[in-house]
């Protein structure tokens, strides 16, 4: 049996109420998350549930493409994201198994592939 632990949190960030900052969908401290390094992120909503998992090889980029494209599966669902936080896990492979294991046990919300549990 393989044992994964959920790693912790390297950078988490908050949703502002009423910032005076620039920020997008209220969230001003993107800075603190690395523009360069590969992870995990999890979205959650004010009652701290899983709304979203991703991953990506350079998480700032991606994380804010979330708040901005059209097909984001969080693109009717942004309002709702009070909370991300970020796990750096360079290793392709790494993230790939935590992406799809966290989504699986903590039953993210908004993700609709890799999902095993109905």
Do not use: W
Not at 29 to 41: A, P
Not at 47 to 54: A, R, T, Y
Not at 93 to 108: C, F, G, H
């Amino acid at each position: 049996m393989i044992n994964i632990t959920i790693p912790a949190a390297d950078v988490s960030i908050d949703k502002q109420i009423n910032p005076e900052l620039s920020n997008i969908y209220g969230f001003t401290d993107f800075h603190l998350i690395s523009r360069e390094k590969g992870g995990i992120f999890m979205f959650y909503n004010a009652k701290d549930e899983l709304l979203f998992v991703g991953k990506a090889r350079k998480l700032r980029p991606r994380i804010k493409k979330h708040f901005e494209d059209t097909v984001s599966p969080m693109k009717d669902h942004r309002n709702e994201v009070t909370k991300i936080d970020v796990c750096i896990v360079e290793d392709p492979v790494d993230r790939e198994i935590y992406e799809t294991y966290i989504i699986n046990k903590l039953k993210a919300k908004y993700n609709i592939e890799k999902v095993l549990y109905k």
